[in-house]
């Protein structure tokens, strides 16, 4: 036989009913709850940057700029040396050597332009900046300007170069560089970004700026790398195959500028075919943190960077950008899928692994991008994470907010049955109220109100129900007050249990006291109607019978309605005393089951009896809180020679009911004991 999935089995149905939950959360709640997922959608899309793309995202984008290093890092292409750019740099050596250290020496640099020119190299690139007169500037202006091989000349601007050149400066370096107008040398910008302290992406493009070190060079050496004439994206740094080998062959300028003519031809072969970059590789001179620094503790000079621009135009390794859009259907989708989650309700066993899977795949996606020459740079990884969790965190409030509500609600009701730490108990543990019983030992309340069947007949439904309602209420509160389970109501009679669906060692103590207190209520109740109207029909006493033994107890009906009920002969037992009352002139009657169970001392022997319609006998015990202790042991000394010696019981007992002429059961139990049969029971009517 197949079975049909159901609206409560299937995905759907959970996630109507999680959305229901949600909803029923309360207006004020919804309205948070939207507020909330408006916060984790710009978070899962703005996590590098907020929307004006200045300012950092607070607590992300650090995080963010982190995993970006890592991924780029272990992702880098490993490369052996690449001796396509080759640097020809000043070092430390080389200004102790020049006993000069800023400016670099200039006269250093014009010899080595004109011993360079002649080796053919494809194009030179110099990453300094003439921004102040220096004795060799002649020198160097005539070298310049003679440069066969054409030159890129470091530009720098007060506007996008702030922090390294001032006013002045920018003044000089233009009237210095004006002066290769018709030449071979040309002005190149060598504006690096380095936004959030590393330079991990191509500078912004700027109208009034020359090109880019890097993009001048290719393109004066026949080689303009088109793809990259807009390109802002991220530089695609690589990492040495080898540790003791560097990306790029170095040589020490000293070498050009004092040549011996027998090294310069094995130089040549160095340079030719070749871009150099000209610049500084010095210890506390134009270091640049890149996306590797974080990783390797490496602070590059600045030459090398532009190295690495020039090597990715080459290998014309164009990083895909990603679209916008794109960036927000992924936030949207990231957010729906947490709310999706969270209406799911599912627990916790079962999140915790999809959670490891999801961290997984929100780190795994940038890292298979960036594998795939995808510009994962201000990719949201950091933010889809934590706005997934915002956005899962808001639903479910929403939903157990409504849970609380529902769970209040489910207490409150279930609390006019049973008392609310039970209620508790099952709404956190359901499976205790499952379909079907089991067999326990429970204290079992059978209550009555003697003459109301009468007196209903006699006044006004309305006055009828108001009564009633009023009587059940107080019995009722005498119940749950005590821990006991309401199992029904039947007319005024009400009927209750102790020990299901939940046993506490006291329930037996629970239930004798609540037994007294009710018989005490409908005292009260009488007085109440007898002062309310005194036309109104008299009310007789509550009359109350208890019994301890065992009851199925559980849920028993069909497929459209259940009852949590008790079934046994306990139950049976237990009316029989309260019907016996009446007989014995009592309010409340225990079985000896019930009294010895119950912990209490307050208990008087009320002889042995056999109820209507049962054949075992039942020991009778009345409880009288406030009786004298040795005419109870006088009462139990009768109760025991009465099957044996029926004149002497009857003498004790008679001694015990002259000292309390009012008491009717006393009175009551005399009588009957001159009425038992041989083996000391009465038997009841």
Same mark, same amino acid.
Request: aromatic fraction near 8%; charged fraction near 20%; charge should be negative.
């Given at each position: 036989?197949?079975?049909?999935?159901?609206?409560?089995?299937?995905?759907?149905?959970?996630?109507?009913?999680?959305?229901?939950?949600?909803?029923?959360?309360?207006?004020?709640?919804?309205?948070?709850?939207?507020?909330?997922?408006?916060?984790?959608?710009?978070?899962? &899309?703005?996590?590098?940057?907020? %929307?004006?793309?200045?300012?950092?995202? !607070?607590?992300?984008?650090?995080?963010?700029?982190?995993?970006?290093?890592?991924?780029?890092?272990?992702?880098?292409?490993?490369?052996?040396?690449?001796?396509?750019?080759?640097?020809?740099?000043?070092?430390?050596? =080389?200004?102790?050597?020049?006993?000069?250290?800023?400016?670099?020496?200039?006269?250093?640099?014009?010899?080595?332009?004109?011993?360079?020119?002649?080796?053919?190299?494809?194009?030179? *690139?110099?990453?300094?900046?003439?921004?102040?007169?220096?004795?060799?500037?002649? @020198?160097?202006?005539?070298?310049?300007?003679?440069?066969? =091989?054409?030159?890129?000349?470091?530009?720098?601007?007060?506007?996008?170069?702030?922090?390294?050149?001032?006013?002045? @400066?920018?003044?000089?370096?233009?009237?210095?560089?004006?002066?290769?107008?018709?030449?071979?040398?040309?002005?190149?910008?060598?504006?690096?970004?380095?936004t959030f302290g590393a330079t991990r992406v191509w500078p912004e493009i700027v109208a009034d700026l020359p090109p880019l070190l890097g993009r001048a060079m290719?393109?004066?050496?026949?080689?303009?790398? #088109?793809?990259?004439?807009?390109?802002?994206? /991220?530089?695609?740094?690589?990492?040495?195959?080898?540790?003791?080998?560097?990306?790029?062959?170095?040589?020490?300028?000293?070498?050009?500028?004092?040549?011996?003519?027998?090294?310069?031809?094995?130089?040549?072969? @160095?340079?030719?075919?070749?871009?150099?970059?000209?610049?500084?590789? $010095?210890?506390?001179?134009?270091?640049?943190?890149?996306?590797?620094?974080?990783?390797?503790?490496?602070?590059?000079?600045?030459?090398?960077?532009?190295?690495?621009? $020039?090597?990715?135009?080459?290998?014309?390794?164009?990083?895909?950008?990603?679209?916008?859009?794109?960036?927000?259907?992924?936030?949207?989708?990231?957010?729906? /899928?947490?709310?999706?989650?969270?209406?799911?309700?599912?627990?916790?066993?079962?999140?915790?692994?999809?959670?490891?899977?999801?961290?997984?795949?929100?780190?795994?996606?940038?890292?298979?991008?960036?594998?795939?020459?995808?510009?994962?740079?201000?990719?949201?990884?950091?933010?889809?994470?934590?706005?997934?969790?915002?956005?899962?965190?808001?639903?479910?409030?929403?939903?157990?907010? #409504?849970?609380?509500?529902?769970?209040?609600?489910?207490?409150?009701?279930? *609390?006019?049955? $049973? !008392?609310?730490?039970?209620?508790?108990?099952?709404?956190?543990?359901?499976?205790?109220?499952?379909?079907?019983?089991?067999?326990?030992?429970?204290?079992?309340?059978?209550?009555?109100?003697?003459?109301?069947?009468?007196?209903?007949?006699?006044?006004?439904?309305?006055?009828?129900?108001?009564?009633?309602?009023?009587?059940?209420?107080?019995?009722?509160?005498?119940?749950?007050?005590?821990?006991?389970?309401?199992?029904?109501?039947?007319?005024?009679?009400?009927?209750?249990?102790?020990?299901? !669906?939940?046993?506490?060692?006291?329930?037996?103590?629970?239930?004798?006291?609540?037994?007294?207190?009710?018989?005490?209520?409908?005292?009260?109740?009488?007085?109440?109607?007898?002062?309310?109207?005194?036309?109104?029909?008299?009310?007789?006493?509550?009359?109350?019978?208890?019994?301890?033994?065992?009851?199925?107890?559980?849920?028993?009906?069909?497929?459209?309605?259940? @009852?949590?009920?008790?079934?046994?002969?306990?139950?049976?037992?237990?009316?029989?005393?309260?019907?016996?009352?009446?007989?014995?002139?009592?309010?409340?009657?225990? /079985?000896?089951?019930?009294?010895?169970?119950?912990?209490?001392?307050?208990?008087?022997?009320?002889?042995?009896?056999?109820?209507?319609?049962?054949? &075992? %006998?039942?020991?009778?015990?009345?409880?009288?809180?406030?009786?004298?202790?040795?005419?109870?042991?006088?009462?139990?000394?009768?109760?025991?020679?009465?099957? /044996?010696?029926?004149?002497?019981?009857?003498?004790?007992?008679?001694?015990?009911?002259?000292?309390?002429?009012?008491?009717?059961?006393?009175?009551?139990?005399?009588?009957?004991?001159?009425?038992?049969?041989?083996?000391?029971?009465?038997?009841?009517?």
């Amino acid at each position: 036989m197949k079975l049909r999935p159901t609206p409560g089995n299937s995905p759907f149905g959970w996630l109507r009913r999680g959305w229901r939950n949600v909803r029923e959360a309360g207006g004020v709640q919804l309205a948070a709850t939207l507020v909330v997922l408006c916060a984790a959608l710009f978070i899962a &899309r703005f996590s590098w940057v907020l %929307p004006d793309g200045a300012e950092p995202t !607070p607590l992300t984008s650090e995080a963010e700029r982190a995993l970006y290093d890592l991924r780029a890092y272990y992702a880098a292409d490993l490369v052996e040396q690449d001796s396509r750019v080759v640097l020809v740099v000043y070092t430390d050596q =080389t200004l102790i050597k020049a006993r000069k250290r800023s400016p670099l020496d200039r006269g250093v640099l014009a010899r080595t332009l004109r011993n360079l020119d002649g080796m053919g190299a494809k194009a030179i *690139g110099i990453d300094i900046l003439f921004d102040q007169p220096q004795d060799e500037d002649d @020198q160097l202006i005539e070298t310049l300007r003679t440069m066969r =091989t054409p030159v890129a000349l470091a530009y720098a601007n007060l506007a996008t170069n702030k922090d390294d050149i001032v006013y002045e @400066q920018q003044q000089y370096l233009e009237e210095f560089q004006g002066q290769f107008t018709g030449t071979r040398t040309r002005p190149a910008s060598i504006r690096l970004d380095n936004t959030f302290g590393a330079t991990r992406v191509w500078p912004e493009i700027v109208a009034d700026l020359p090109p880019l070190l890097g993009r001048a060079m290719l393109t004066d050496a026949g080689e303009p790398a #088109s793809n990259f004439a807009g390109y802002e994206g /991220s530089i695609d740094y690589r990492r040495a195959k080898f540790v003791d080998a560097p990306l790029f062959p170095a040589l020490q300028i000293d070498l050009f500028a004092d040549a011996d003519p027998e090294v310069l031809p094995f130089l040549a072969d @160095q340079i030719a075919g070749k871009y150099i970059l000209i610049g500084g590789d $010095i210890v506390d001179y134009d270091r640049v943190e890149t996306t590797f620094t974080s990783i390797t503790g490496e602070v590059p000079p600045g030459i090398a960077v532009h190295a690495e621009i $020039i090597a990715q135009m080459l290998d014309n390794r164009v990083l895909a950008p990603i679209p916008s859009w794109v960036l927000w259907v992924m936030a949207a989708l990231v957010v729906l /899928s947490a709310a999706l989650t969270a209406l799911l309700e599912w627990p916790a066993r079962r999140l915790a692994p999809f959670l490891i899977v999801l961290i997984l795949v929100f780190i795994g996606i940038p890292a298979l991008l960036q594998l795939r020459n995808v510009d994962t740079y201000g990719l949201p990884a950091v933010g889809w994470l934590v706005g997934w969790i915002i956005a899962f965190t808001a639903v479910t409030a929403a939903a157990r907010a #409504s849970g609380a509500v529902q769970r209040n609600f489910a207490t409150g009701a279930l *609390g006019k049955y $049973i !008392p609310r730490d039970i209620a508790q108990a099952i709404i956190d543990k359901p499976e205790l109220l499952s379909l079907g019983g089991e067999k326990r030992e429970i204290f079992v309340l059978f209550s009555d109100l003697e003459g109301f069947t009468k007196m209903s007949h006699a006044i006004p439904p309305e006055m009828v129900a108001k009564l009633l309602n009023r009587y059940l209420d107080l019995l009722s509160q005498v119940v749950l007050d005590h821990g006991g389970v309401i199992d029904k109501f039947v007319g005024d009679a009400v009927v209750a249990f102790w020990g299901a !669906p939940i046993a506490r060692p006291d329930d037996g103590t629970r239930a004798a006291k609540a037994g007294y207190a009710i018989w005490q209520a409908g005292e009260h109740f009488r007085r109440e109607v007898a002062a309310m109207d005194a036309s109104l029909p008299k009310i007789g006493k509550t009359r109350v019978g208890l019994h301890f033994g065992e009851a199925v107890i559980g849920n028993f009906g069909g497929a459209t309605r259940i @009852q949590y009920t008790a079934l046994g002969d306990s139950m049976n037992t237990a009316a029989r005393l309260e019907a016996a009352n009446k007989a014995l002139e009592s309010s409340v009657m225990a /079985s000896r089951e019930f009294a010895e169970a119950s912990g209490l001392d307050w208990w008087r022997p009320m002889g042995r009896v056999q109820l209507r319609g049962r054949a &075992r %006998p039942v020991d009778l015990f009345e409880p009288v809180p406030e009786f004298p202790g040795a005419d109870r042991e006088t009462l139990a000394q009768a109760c025991l020679l009465a099957a /044996s010696d029926r004149a002497a019981a009857i003498r004790l007992a008679q001694d015990v009911a002259d000292r309390h002429p009012d008491d009717s059961a006393l009175r009551n139990l005399v009588k009957r004991m001159r009425e038992m049969d041989e083996g000391g029971t009465y038997v009841l009517g």
